[in-house]
């Protein structure tokens, strides 16, 4: 088992669980990982995942270069020919991409100890990131003779400012909780020992809202940043119009005016 699964309520924690390697991702626990965010996407009891790592060294180290140093195939084998040899090449990156899995629940990033590499662009594919006070960040690619390659750089130009984000990724340097979370690469920093339960009340608290309107929420922000203002005004009516008649719409409307908490069924 590479990756720990446990459900709190409507909060699904996923934990990488290999601190022996300081929770470097290999192909396997990138298997695992997506196997269990489908599980969560599919889940109707699910509302907001939390992403950690076990131990109290690391969230993610980078990728287990040991198991992506070589390929059997050449990148214009990879490029145009359909072979299963070929297709080894890039498998790695492509597990990566969480992308394609089109989950529009909310994942948390806990971020307790070192962030490096494939770490880092995992963590900003997640939606919100906390980390512990000692915590550390760094695209180390360049260092190696190699760049982010899951868009780790393009993630964090949208994640910090052009000025950090390139700093970063120029030198390979590594920066600490309190600089990430002056350049709003993370929220929040709290203590190591809080890291998990403030993690999981910021999970619930989100998960206490109506679902529908949580993912229209995710997914209007990875849709609109690129778009003109009319353009994502556009989709922004589009999608009020889809959940205006919605069970959890009315429901809120109606809690709100008997004043009691909603309760909201994602219909």
Excluded at 92 to 107: E, H, N, Q, T
Excluded at 120 to 145: H, K, T, W
Excluded at 233 to 258: I, N
Aim: net charge neutral.
């Amino acid at each position: 088992m590479n990756v720990r699964f446990e459900t709190i309520g409507p909060v699904a924690v996923l934990g990488i669980a290999r601190p022996e390697a300081l929770n470097a991702l290999s192909v396997e626990a990138l298997r695992e990982l997506r196997a269990h965010l489908a599980e969560v996407r599919d889940r109707d009891d699910l509302r907001v995942a939390v992403l950690t790592g076990e131990g109290h060294k690391a969230f993610c180290a980078g990728a287990d270069l040991k198991g992506t140093s070589s390929s059997p195939a050449t990148y214009p084998e990879a490029l145009f020919q359909n072979s299963e040899r070929a297709a080894d090449l890039g498998l790695y990156i492509r597990l990566m991409d969480l992308a394609d899995l089109g989950l529009w629940k909310p994942v948390i990033a806990a971020v307790n100890g070192h962030c490096l590499g494939a770490g880092l662009e995992i963590a900003l594919q997640c939606d919100l990131r906390l980390a512990s006070s000692d915590a550390s960040f760094g695209l180390p690619e360049a260092r190696v003779g190699s760049i982010p390659a899951v868009s780790g750089l393009h993630r964090l130009l949208r994640a910090v400012p052009a000025a950090h984000a390139l700093q970063m990724a120029l030198t390979g340097e590594r920066i600490g909780a309190e600089e990430a979370w002056r350049i709003g690469l993370v929220s929040e920093v709290v203590q190591p020992g809080a890291l998990r339960d403030r993690a999981l009340a910021l999970a619930q608290a989100i998960a206490a809202n109506a679902p529908l309107a949580v993912q229209a929420i995710k997914r209007l922000s990875r849709q609109t940043p690129h778009l003109s203002d009319a353009d994502a005004q556009q989709l922004t009516e589009l999608t009020w119009g889809v959940l205006r008649d919605t069970a959890d719409r009315l429901e809120g409307r109606r809690a709100f005016a008997e004043k009691r908490p909603p309760l909201y069924t994602g219909r």
